[in-house]
């Protein structure tokens, strides 16, 4: 037999062969194409995740500072406000002395 007689017997198996083997091989290529892409973006999505830890660790560096900060300068209002109130205890029980004082000496210039 020679090959005009083979294709003349196999006429619809050669598309069909054709098709399979191009079907196969866009396939693959296909398969080949979305794993590079999901590598791709995987070490994207990584190299992001990294980003975000560094971000948020110096986020929160930065959080703990400012709030150390502010409570120092709480503490230290709190201790003005102490020192403010026994000074004003100190004062009161003066003046309340110097109106005895005054009581007093009012008595003994009347007597």
Known sequence: MNLVDL???NIVMVPIVASLLVGT???VKYI???TDTINANQTQIE???TMDMENIRRDLANVTSNLNTVL???ERA???WEMAENLYEVLA???RQ???DIKDLNREINY
């Open 7 to 9: 294709l003349k017997k």
């Open 25 to 27: 091989f866009t396939g």
């Open 32 to 34: 080949v194409n979305l």
């Open 47 to 49: 190299k992001i995740q």
């Open 72 to 74: 120092q300068k709480l």
């Open 78 to 80: 709190e201790g003005t």
């Open 93 to 95: 029980d003066k003046v």
């Open 98 to 100: 110097m109106e005895y």
